[in-house]
Structure formats: structure tokens, C-alpha cells
């Protein structure tokens, strides 16, 4: 991409002397890494089709100028008086980093990567909308943005979650073509009556009224048939309005279940996954974190 280009040639006019030779190589091994970094693809089933954009790219290569600016002071030799050195200042110890304050329950878009402690409160913002949830049991995970789940991951033990950020809207109509129904709603009625009705799919129960958080909700359970035409990550069911991000299956003959909740007028949706072989413990688990979640 030519910002890039000529973001770094900018860069490297400002190091071509002799003092910055050092510099010079810190910021090669810094571009060297952010090309060479793997990215890890998450197999939690919510699918986004989008490039880095200009953007992104020249926020990375600000990130490279200012490590290279610091590297640069820090290689300025000491200053001193005309005509010799100055006194030698002893250096001044560095103050002890403070701990920084922890976000409020309504200050995290989503809880922090890695493993959830069970019984704590978990907090989140989908929609504008902040709640919080608890974990029964150890092994949950979440990715950071929009999904947690067990940590044996797809088998008859694992489970997982989406908390939706942007509701989805509609469903596909074949769900191996990807082709989708038009947008629906915006009632919590109308999207668990479309859901109910993804081809493909088997209905268990449903749309049933329910409760989360004192909020009234839609449920709906089915499960994605074996003898479908595509394979797993290829049977989308619904789709949200941002462009090419949707549901796709985890794996064929798993269960699905559903909860569009009515916050005030605001559809908030959150989808659960067990898989082949469950036995009644994901799903009770999954139960259990729906009925911990709590509005704020």
C-alpha cells in the first residue's frame, strides 16, 4: 500500500545519520514483525469478511514512528555545559506505577480475553445496553469481543455463546447458497418466528415467551441437520446489518438456542451452542448463565 511506503521512507530520511544507525534497525524489526505476526482465526461461528483498511495501516506505521522517536531521545548523547561536561546528575529512581482504577461494571464493551472466574460478574455493552452475567463452573473463555465458551471447546462437553453486539436482523433462506430472507422485525416476535423457520434446521421448541434479567424475551431451540447440502461453516442462519457478519453453524447436528431479549424496546440477542453427544450438562450450564445475566 503506498501510505505505508511512504510512511516508512519518511521515517528512514530522519534516521539517515550516523547517531540513528540503532534506531534504524529497531524500526526494521518492527516492521519486520507486524508483516510477519500470524494472526490466529477464532473458531467461534461469526463470520466477518473485511480487509485491513488505509487506516488501520497508517495507524500501525504511527505506532512504528513513535517507538523509533523514543528510541532516537534516548540515543541523543547528554547534554553539557560550553567548552566541557556538566556536573553528573545521579539519575532520579523511578516512581512506583500506580495501579490503574478498575472500569465500572458499565464501562467494558465485553470481558477482557482470556479465562472467567466462576461466580464473579462479568460485565458487557451490546446495543447501548450494559449488563453483566456469572460462569457456574471453570474452563469458560472468552475472545474479548463477542464470544465465550468452554474450554474443550466443539465435542459432547463444550459449549459456546455469541452476546450479539449488532442484532441480527433476518435469516437465510438457504443457508448452504448463501442467500438470505429479507430483514424482518423489528419485534422480538418477528425474529424468533424467522428463526423458528431457517431451513435446514429442526425445530425443538419454540418461540416460547421467557424472562432474562426481568426483560421479556423470545426463545427459540433447534438443531442443524446432518443431511444438509454444505458442510458446517458454510450453513449460515441469520445475519446481522453489518455487512458480512452472520451465523454460521459450529458443526452439523448441533443445538442451537436463542434468546432475543426486549430491553425497553431494544432487541438484545444472544445465541448458545452445544454439540453432538451432549450430554443434559452444557445445556443446563448454558441455562445457568442466561438466568445469572442482570441489567444495569
Known amino acids: 500500500m503506498s501510505a505505508d511506503r511512504d510512511m516508512t521512507r519518511i521515517v528512514r530520511s530522519w534516521l539517515r545519520t550516523d547517531e540513528h544507525e540503532s534506531a ?11 508483516n510477519a505476526t500470524p494472526q490466529r482465526r477464532s473458531w467461534w461461528p461469526a463470520r466477518r469478511i ?9 495507524a500501525i506505521a504511527a505506532a512504528a514512528v513513535v517507538v523509533v522517536a523514543i528510541v532516537g531521545v534516548n540515543l541523543l548523547p547528554a547534554g553539557g555545559g560550553v567548552g566541557g561536561s556538566g556536573p553528573a546528575v545521579s539519575p532520579s529512581p523511578s516512581p512506583s506505577p500506580s495501579p490503574s482504577p478498575s472500569p465500572s461494571p458499565t464501562a467494558a464493551a465485553f470481558p ?20 453483566s452475567f456469572s460462569v457456574p463452573t471453570s474452563g469458560w473463555i472468552s475472545n474479548g469481543d463477542w464470544g465465550i465458551d468452554k474450554s474443550a471447546g466443539v465435542g459432547p462437553d463444550g459449549a459456546g455463546f455469541i452476546f450479539w453486539g449488532d ?8 443457508p448452504c447458497a448463501n442467500s438470505t430472507s429479507p430483514p424482518v422485525g423489528p419485534s422480538a416476535a418477528d425474529l424468533a418466528a424467522a428463526v423458528a423457520s431457517v431451513p435446514g434446521t429442526d425445530l425443538v421448541s419454540g418461540p416460547s415467551d421467557v424472562t432474562v434479567g426481568g426483560y421479556p424475551a423470545k426463545q427459540v431451540v433447534l438443531t442443524v441437520r446432518e443431511d444438509v447440502k454444505c458442510n458446517a461453516s458454510s450453513f449460515y442462519l441469520w445475519y446481522a446489518p453489518t455487512p458480512d457478519l452472520a451465523r454460521y453453524a459450529t458443526e452439523l447436528g448441533s443445538t442451537i438456542r436463542v434468546w432475543i431479549v426486549d430491553v425497553n424496546g431494544t432487541p438484545v440477542w444472544i445465541d448458545g451452542e452445544t454439540y453432538k453427544g ?16 442482570q441489567f444495569e
Open 24 to 34: 534504524d534497525r529497531v524500526l526494521d524489526h518492527v516492521l519486520a514483525q507486524l
Open 50 to 58: 473485511t480487509d485491513m483498511n488505509n487506516v488501520v495501516k497508517l
Open 112 to 131: 477482557p480475553a482470556g479465562k472467567l472466574a466462576a461466580g464473579a460478574r462479568h460485565s458487557m455493552i451490546r446495543e447501548g445496553i450494559p449488563f
Open 167 to 174: 442484532t441480527p436482523v433476518g435469516v437465510f433462506a438457504d
Open 278 to 293: 451432549a450430554g443434559p450438562e452444557p445445556g443446563q450450564e448454558i441455562q445457568q448463565i442466561i438466568d445469572s445475566i
